[in-house]
């Protein structure tokens, strides 16, 4: 029989968190930190309003671009958070989480050979999406000493002449990294001259712990060269309904609704009712969510202090990325004798880039009792090794 | 949200946290969230350290009743001295003042049946301002205190994910 498949899709690495996955999924007892979902349920009232959509019958499809009740809430919360103006009319498209919304905005920009730069570690499917939309990515490796902002004499060096898109992954998964204006600035300067377009991955925007997110769409001049991405997953612990969204310039946002209307037709229905409820009434769970990660995240970050385990301070996300590199061995053979020893499971920092080497990602969408034991457990792996050294 | 309702927030939930972890989580000195605490009990914010207990899963016979009691205000007091004359017996857990059809809400907790059927009639009925009563005994007991009884806590998540 002939070959079938995609020369592009096989020759895709496959995720590097997959390999991990499969050896701790076969341990029952272990304690995993590994997860990079919220540990909340969705908020009781947003639950209630998607029961009530599926009673009233609200299971049909929407428009292709969501529901128009939901864009004029995106439109708000974007005014209201980040003094941000979208027309809810052509400038916002509700997506399949963020994860489409990447896929789509990459697939509406790229032609063959144009370059994305894709700063790394970073999450797992810009790569693989700028690869399948035919463009060649070019990744900068972030420094821990910069504490993993991207730094413009960074960005300069990548930017060749066939490059057409930037993506912004903060508040980063995985290292917790942000972006503050003045870093934000320097970059907009390198983008409006180079003439270039910002993918500004923006899914953890509500959980951050030194001053309010900043999107690079706020710089002046950079709004009409920007694609938001932002989402319901992490602000509202909604992972599982699976809804996101893009707002951008509408010459943009038309093409993206044309790929979403032929490949999806429309993000779930239930998802969107209850989404809408999310907007309208959702602020103080973020916020005590919020509150409840920052103090998970200060009694880690201690708790590295205290080991004298380097780690550098991550102010958004829920995830801290301490560095290993005293042990002399991979960020994978550091998790995988983790896992062994002592049952706890983290993330080789590998499976967010080449640059991730030497570190972990730690999340802390756990309750505080669980980060206590991981945390004993960890410790005393740490001792043991710098004993046997 | 200030530093002190943040405070108050964690130990509404856990009031076996010590100093140390408790300056940790609110990125604040021990030093200063001892302060804290002394002030709060000393300003009668902070009223004591209970302990939520499902007695339904011991072997301790409890009973349960909400009373709504109607009574007639007194000149110059109201409902205080009324509302006194009730908490001060030790099985009434709780007294609130209610607006609606009642004036008084009285939690009790008895080992029997009959012991709060002697304390309404005996007691509570007898007094002056009383009107009448109305004794609603609790089944069962599904959340307390914002914690929901029974909840068996499982991760559902996967176990990696990116």
């Given at each position: 029989?002939?070959?079938?498949?995609?020369?592009?899709?096989?020759?895709?690495?496959?995720?590097?968190?997959?390999?991990?996955?499969?050896?701790?999924?076969?341990?029952?007892?272990a304690i995993s930190l590994?997860?990079?979902?919220?540990?909340?349920?969705?908020?009781?009232?947003?639950?209630?309003?998607?029961?009530?959509?599926?009673?009233?019958?609200?299971?049909?499809?929407?428009?292709?671009?969501?529901?128009?009740?939901?864009?004029?809430?995106?439109?708000?919360?974007?005014?209201?958070?980040?003094?941000?103006?979208?027309?809810?009319?052509?400038?916002?498209?509700?997506?399949?989480?963020?994860?489409?919304?990447?896929?789509?905005?990459?697939?509406?920009?790229?032609?063959?050979?144009?370059?994305?730069?894709?700063?790394?570690?970073?999450?797992?499917?810009?790569?693989?999406?700028?690869?399948?939309?035919?463009?060649?990515?070019?990744?900068?490796?972030?420094?821990?000493?910069?504490?993993?902002?991207?730094?413009?004499?960074?960005?300069?060096?990548?930017?060749?002449?066939?490059?057409?898109?930037?993506?912004?992954?903060?508040?980063?998964?995985?290292?917790?990294?942000?972006?503050?204006?003045?870093?934000?600035?320097?970059?907009?300067?390198?983008?409006?001259?180079?003439?270039?377009?910002?993918?500004?991955?923006?899914?953890?925007?509500?959980?951050?712990?030194?001053?309010?997110?900043?999107?690079?769409?706020?710089?002046?001049?950079?709004?009409?060269?920007?694609?938001?991405?932002?989402?319901?997953?992490?602000?509202?612990?909604?992972?599982?309904?699976?809804?996101?969204?893009?707002?951008?310039?509408?010459?943009?946002?038309?093409?993206?609704?044309?790929?979403?209307?032929?490949?999806?037709?429309?993000?779930?229905?239930?998802?969107?009712?209850?989404?809408?409820?999310?907007?309208?009434?959702?602020?103080?769970?973020?916020?005590?969510?919020?509150?409840?990660?920052?103090?998970?995240?200060?009694?880690?970050?201690?708790?590295?202090?205290?080991?004298?385990?380097?780690?550098?301070?991550?102010?958004?996300?829920?995830?801290?990325?301490?560095?290993?590199?005293?042990?002399?061995?991979?960020?994978?053979?550091?998790?995988?004798?983790l896992l062994?020893?002592e049952k706890v499971a983290v993330?080789?920092?590998?499976?967010?880039?080449?640059?991730?080497?030497?570190?972990?990602?730690?999340?802390?969408?756990?309750?505080?009792?669980?980060?206590?034991?991981a945390?004993?457990r960890i410790?005393?792996f740490?001792?043991?090794?710098?004993?046997?050294? | 949200?200030?530093?002190?309702?943040?405070?108050?927030?964690?130990?509404?939930?856990?009031?076996?946290?010590?100093?140390?972890?408790?300056?940790?989580?609110?990125?604040?000195?021990?030093?200063?969230?001892?302060?804290?605490?002394?002030?709060?009990?000393?300003?009668?914010?902070?009223?004591?350290?209970?302990?939520?207990?499902?007695?339904?899963?011991?072997?301790?016979?409890?009973?349960?009743?909400?009373?709504?009691?109607?009574?007639?205000?007194?000149?110059?007091?109201?409902?205080?001295?009324?509302?006194?004359?009730?908490?001060?017996?030790?099985?009434?857990?709780?007294?609130?003042?209610?607006?609606?059809?009642?004036?008084?809400?009285?939690?009790?907790?008895?080992?029997?049946?009959?012991?709060?059927?002697?304390?309404?009639?005996?007691?509570?009925?007898?007094?002056?301002?009383?009107?009448?009563?109305?004794?609603?005994?609790?089944?069962?007991?599904?959340?307390?205190?914002?914690?929901?009884?029974?909840?068996?806590?499982?991760?559902?998540?996967?176990?990696?994910?990116?």
């Open positions: 029989m002939r070959q079938f498949l995609s020369e592009k899709v096989i020759n895709l690495k496959p995720s590097g968190i997959r390999k991990f996955f499969d050896i701790v999924s076969e341990m029952k007892e590994g997860v990079g979902e919220p540990d909340f349920d969705t908020p009781w009232h947003i639950r209630d309003e998607g029961i009530y959509s599926l009673e009233r019958g609200k299971t049909f499809y929407t428009s292709n671009a969501g529901l128009k009740p939901l864009r004029e809430e995106i439109s708000n919360y974007l005014k209201r958070t980040q003094d941000l103006v979208y027309n809810p009319d052509n400038e916002i498209v509700v997506t399949v989480g963020g994860s489409e919304a990447i896929d789509i905005a990459l697939r509406a920009v790229i032609n063959p050979g144009d370059e994305v730069i894709i700063p790394q570690p970073s999450y797992v499917s810009y790569e693989p999406c700028a690869i399948l939309a035919d463009a060649k990515p070019v990744i900068i490796n972030l420094k821990a000493e910069n504490e993993f902002r991207l730094k413009p004499d960074e960005l300069t060096s990548a930017i060749t002449p066939k490059t057409k898109v930037l993506i912004l992954p903060y508040p980063n998964n995985p290292t917790g990294a942000i972006m503050e204006e003045n870093d934000l600035e320097e970059i907009a300067k390198i983008i409006i001259e180079n003439d270039l377009l910002v993918l500004s991955d923006e899914i953890y925007s509500a959980l951050t712990y030194k001053g309010k997110h900043i999107s690079i769409a706020q710089i002046k001049g950079m709004q009409e060269r920007t694609i938001l991405i932002n989402g319901f997953s992490k602000a509202y612990a909604m992972t599982g309904w699976r809804l996101g969204y893009a707002c951008g310039p509408k010459e943009i946002i038309s093409q993206m609704t044309k790929i979403h209307q032929f490949a999806i037709m429309c993000a779930p229905t239930t998802s969107q009712y209850a989404a809408v409820e999310a907007l309208k009434k959702g602020d103080n769970d973020v916020e005590m969510m919020r509150k409840a990660y920052n103090q998970r995240r200060r009694f880690l970050l201690n708790a590295f202090k205290e080991m004298k385990l380097d780690c550098f301070e991550p102010y958004g996300a829920f995830y801290v990325f301490p560095c290993i590199k005293e042990f002399n061995m991979t960020s994978e053979e550091f998790a995988t004798k062994m020893e993330v080789p920092g590998t499976a967010f880039g080449d640059c991730g080497e030497g570190y972990l990602r730690i999340s802390y969408a756990y309750s505080l009792e669980n980060l206590k034991i945390i004993s410790s005393n740490v001792e043991r090794l710098r004993k046997q050294a | 949200m200030t530093m002190r309702d943040e405070l108050l927030s964690i130990i509404e939930k856990n009031s076996r946290i010590d100093f140390k972890e408790l300056a940790i989580l609110l990125g604040e000195k021990e030093e200063t969230v001892f302060n804290e605490i002394t002030n709060l009990q000393e300003e009668g914010i902070i009223c004591g350290f209970h302990t939520l207990i499902n007695w339904e899963k011991t072997s301790i016979e409890k009973v349960t009743a909400l009373i709504e009691v109607k009574v007639t205000p007194q000149r110059g007091q109201g409902f205080d001295h009324i509302a006194e004359r009730i908490y001060n017996y030790p099985e009434v857990k709780s007294v609130y003042l209610i607006s609606g059809g009642y004036d008084l809400l009285a939690t009790l907790e008895e080992k029997t049946l009959k012991e709060i059927a002697n304390f309404v009639s005996d007691k509570l009925s007898t007094l002056d301002s009383v009107l009448s009563t109305a004794t609603h005994f609790i089944l069962k007991k599904y959340k307390d205190h914002g914690t929901i009884m029974n909840k068996i806590q499982k991760d559902e998540r996967e176990v990696i994910t990116p």
